[in-house]
């Protein structure tokens, strides 16, 4: 599987999840989200490594618009780092919890739209099939690593 077909994939995966999460009941939510946050923050964590970080040195000077996505990309992740710290602070059953989790919603579906609208299209302008198949090899690498490491 390459790249964006698992980047794509992994969305379908947030999306669902995110569903689930927020028709739940006031009680379930916590548990849904205690399965989902690190999830989300693995998903940052990998495809920063194998796609955005290689792919802004790849683009340098034949694509701006993906050479510079990666630090736009990193703004975005910050923001909802703070949020998840924030949610972490707060009681599941809350009103502001879900607040907060409807905000981080908000902003991975904003996200997405732009990976999926207007990155991904272009990154077969810089890497080509091989190089694409290569990194969704290594972010499934990266990501099988990472859930073995969180079961023990």
């Not at 698992?6 to 379908?12: M, V």
């Not at 703070?82 to 981080?104: F, G, Q, Y």
């Not at 299209?121 to 490491?149: F, H, T, Y």
Request: charged share 30%; net charge negative.
């Amino acid at each position: 599987m390459n790249a964006i077909q698992f980047l794509k994939q992994e969305h379908e995966k947030a999306r669902a999840e995110f569903s689930r999460m927020l028709q739940a009941s006031a009680t379930m939510r916590g548990a849904i989200w205690e399965e989902l946050q690190p999830e989300l923050v693995l998903h940052e964590q990998i495809e920063g490594a194998c796609v955005y970080e290689p792919l802004s040195r790849d683009a340098a000077g034949a694509d701006p618009t993906l050479a510079q996505w990666r630090d736009s990309h990193q703004q975005e992740v910050r923001k909802v780092e703070r949020l998840m710290e924030e949610i972490k602070a707060l009681d599941a059953t809350s009103s502001e919890w879900l607040t907060k989790v409807r905000e981080v919603h908000t902003s991975l579906q904003t996200h997405i739209q732009e990976e999926e609208g207007t990155i991904f299209p272009r990154i077969p302008r810089v890497w080509d099939a091989a190089r694409l198949d290569r990194a969704g090899q290594e972010l499934e690498e990266m990501k099988s690593r990472n859930a073995a490491a969180g079961r023990r």
